[in-house]
């Protein structure tokens, strides 16, 4: 019989298949005494699987690319954390084996960041994995992980960690649903870049029953257990249309009526770089440059290494613009040379601009090697501070900037909820805005972007996040300067219309999304787009602001 439950839907498509269960890891190793001369051996096992999970992850990465070798390598940093390698010494050292001892420090690091309410604190899914990997590799056992099949399949797990979402074979793995996790989720974010229907924050999910069919619409969140024959017609049928209309629009985005919104690509580094071009970017929104700097955690890149590696990039899009967002390191990000230790909260401390500030030299040569990589090209270079406050963190920016002998424009992301209310202040400083929803909806509602318990929260239809959204919109066209969106939330398709309505100036999302908001941006004109970002605002609730603008889109 047809049932249907609903998640939180992240990665467009739809998915039809028999349900496959991720494997379940061995999780606690068991509690059991070593005389004190083992002690020394033991500390050597966990150090050598502590480098070699740091060692697959990495290769993972390269195996990948793009965006999920900058979270896999992050992951990388978490697993050789030097306060938990002590930690885990210090319980060997008091006769916990080896993989009881990186088990037991694993939990204690997690319950303390949990309970300091940190930003790390939501990555439950990174860190869980980090832990399981080496205590499987200690204990002798295979790390469990995507099922083995020859068949295609839907698969269902509580969370997913980064290494197994980066790798998934699309042609075997048709859609996942997970019961944790929110619609900014490392897994929702690869699920995009993978081109994977998901769906996340399932209540229940790990209850499907093995080889159970059901449909995955990533679009609208919603699961079909065991669809009729009619309900599998219907979503194949909306599928095919959905695919016509993507294979017919092309060229830059724009509304019906030719209101130009421009759609640009988010990229992770140079690996990103092709798929942006064959979905027809218009440029780069965002440019995270974290890639470089998590090569090696203990020192800034050469100057040179930036360089060559910036100019890739700029390369890619002659006579069209990038905008790079300048070092953003802290929180879930640290970096040993830059970040400090021991703040009780990154997430509310020493972040993003913040770090910069405090290390000049490390602004100053990124800033510097922009501004070689970018002599000679015809390219139109804008660089954004990330985590920018008030005027006066943006005055130091274009300070800085200046100060660097950098020809392009500086601009500030909207991330903090004072950002967006003072906009207009800051837009006194630099010459554009861009809106970083994904911590917009963070700072705003207080609820941490991994945890799937909050996910309501970081739902980027929130009323309150559009009326910031339109606040900064507002601001940015009383001073005849611009204003994007580089957040998650410009790859849903109708919500970019609502934000085109909002008045903000261009959308940057993961290259998979730009055919799907090209496609319904130009089934629309910008009064309907006015119109549905009105209703969207006048709304109360997340679900009643997203049917209130599909209403209006939708002609009824």
Not at 86 to 101: F, K, L, P, Y
Not at 216 to 225: A, L, R, Y
Not at 245 to 266: E, I, Q, W
Not at 530 to 539: L, Q, T, V
Request: charge should be negative; glycine fraction near 8%.
């Amino acid at each position: 019989m047809e049932t249907t439950l609903r998640g939180v839907g992240v990665s467009h498509g739809v998915a039809i298949g028999e349900v496959r269960h991720m494997g379940t890891a061995v999780l606690e190793p068991p509690a059991k005494q070593i005389p004190a001369d083992e002690a020394e051996r033991e500390q050597g096992r966990a150090r050598q699987a502590v480098e070699a999970v740091a060692a697959d992850l990495i290769a993972r990465g390269n195996l990948a690319g793009g965006e999920a070798q900058a979270v896999l390598e992050a992951q990388a940093l978490m697993a050789q954390d030097p306060e938990l390698m002590a930690d885990v010494e210090r319980r060997i050292t008091v006769g916990s084996t080896a993989e009881r001892g990186v088990y037991d420090a694993f939990a204690a690091y997690r319950a303390l960041l949990a309970g300091a309410g940190e930003y790390l604190a939501g990555r439950v899914a990174d860190l869980d994995d980090v832990r399981n990997r080496i205590v499987a590799r200690l204990l002798g056992v295979p790390m469990p992980g995507v099922p083995d099949s020859d068949e295609p399949y839907v698969l269902i797990a509580r969370d997913l960690a980064p290494a197994d979402t980066a790798l998934l074979d699309p042609t075997l793995v048709l859609g996942f649903v997970t019961e944790e996790g929110g619609p900014t989720s490392h897994s929702a974010i690869l699920a995009r870049a993978l081109g994977v229907p998901a769906v996340v924050a399932l209540p229940g999910a790990g209850e499907l029953v093995e080889g159970t069919v059901i449909a995955v619409d990533g679009s609208t969140g919603e699961i079909f257990v065991e669809p009729s024959a009619e309900k599998r017609a219907e979503l194949e049928r909306a599928a095919a249309e959905r695919k016509a209309a993507l294979a017919a629009s092309s060229g830059p985005g724009a509304t019906s009526d030719g209101h130009k919104v421009p759609l640009l690509a988010n990229v992770g580094g140079p690996g990103d770089v092709a798929a942006a071009v064959e979905a027809g970017a218009e440029g780069v929104g965002l440019f995270r440059t974290e890639f470089l700097f998590l090569d090696d955690s203990k020192q800034a890149p050469a100057e040179a290494k930036q360089v060559e590696a910036y100019r890739k990039v700029l390369e890619a899009f002659p006579e069209g613009r990038v905008v790079v967002r300048v070092l953003d390191a802290g929180a879930d990000k640290p970096l040993d040379f830059l970040t400090p230790a021991d703040e009780p909260n990154p997430a509310l401390g020493v972040r993003g601009l913040r770090t910069l500030l405090d290390h000049p030299d490390v602004l100053r040569t990124q800033l510097t090697a922009l501004a070689k990589a970018a002599e000679g090209l015809p390219v139109y270079l804008e660089v954004m501070a990330p985590m920018v406050a008030d005027r006066i963190d943006a005055k130091a920016f274009a300070d800085a900037c200046r100060e660097a002998g950098l020809r392009a424009k500086f601009g500030a992301m909207v991330e903090i909820p004072s950002a967006a209310l003072r906009a207009r202040s800051i837009l006194q400083e630099v010459e554009f805005l861009s809106l970083g929803t994904n911590d917009l909806a963070q700072y705003t509602f207080a609820a941490d972007r991994q945890v799937g318990a909050v996910s309501r929260l970081q739902d980027p239809w929130q009323p309150a996040l559009l009326d910031l959204v339109a606040a900064s919109a507002e601001a940015a066209k009383a001073e005849s300067k611009s204003c994007g969106v580089c957040g998650e939330a410009a790859s849903d398709p109708e919500l970019a219309c609502v934000l085109t309505g909002l008045g903000v100036t261009s959308l940057s999302m993961g290259a998979a999304s730009i055919p799907y908001v090209r496609a319904t941006l130009a089934k629309h004109t910008l009064a309907q787009c006015e119109r549905a970002a009105a209703a969207a605002r006048a709304a109360d609730t997340a679900d009643d602001a997203r049917a209130a603008a599909r209403a209006v889109l939708s002609g009824e």
